[in-house]
C-alpha cells in the first residue's frame, strides 16, 4: 500500500509543530513530523515503547538523559523505552524527521 503524507491523519503538537501518522497499529508507528526553528519538545519518557528519530531534513538536536547530541540529515537516533528524552530544532531550517515507535507511544508517554 502506498502512503501518502499529505493523506495521512494530520495532527499539531508543541509550538506550531506538525505530525502525520503515516502507519499506526498497536505494534508499530511510524510518524512523519515537522518542527519549525527554534521548536521543542518537552522532555517525557515511554514506558514500553522504544523510538527511532531519522532526519529527513534539518538537523535535530535531541537530549537523552544527561547527553546532548546533534543529529544531522541522513542520521537516526535511538532512544530505548524508559529514557529521559527531548527534540528541538536549533537549525536554520525547519526540521523534518521520521519517528518510528515499537510498540507504539500514543498511550505511553511520561512527562518528565
Known sequence: MVIKPDHSEHYKWGNNCDGWHL???????VIKE?????????????R????L???LQG???IQLGKET???PRGEAMHVPPETPHR???TGEEELIFL???QPHSHTDKITL
Open 48 to 51: 514500553k515503547a522504544q523510538q
Open 99 to 101: 519517528v518510528i515507535s
Open 87 to 89: 527534540l528541538e530544532n
Open 23 to 29: 502507519l499506526n497499529t498497536d505494534s508499530l508507528s
Open 34 to 46: 515537522r518542527v519549525p526553528k527554534g521548536g521543542v519538545e518537552e522532555m517525557h519518557c515511554h
Open 69 to 71: 547530541y546533534r543529529v
Open 53 to 55: 528519530f531519522y532526519v
Open 59 to 61: 538537523v535535530a538536536t
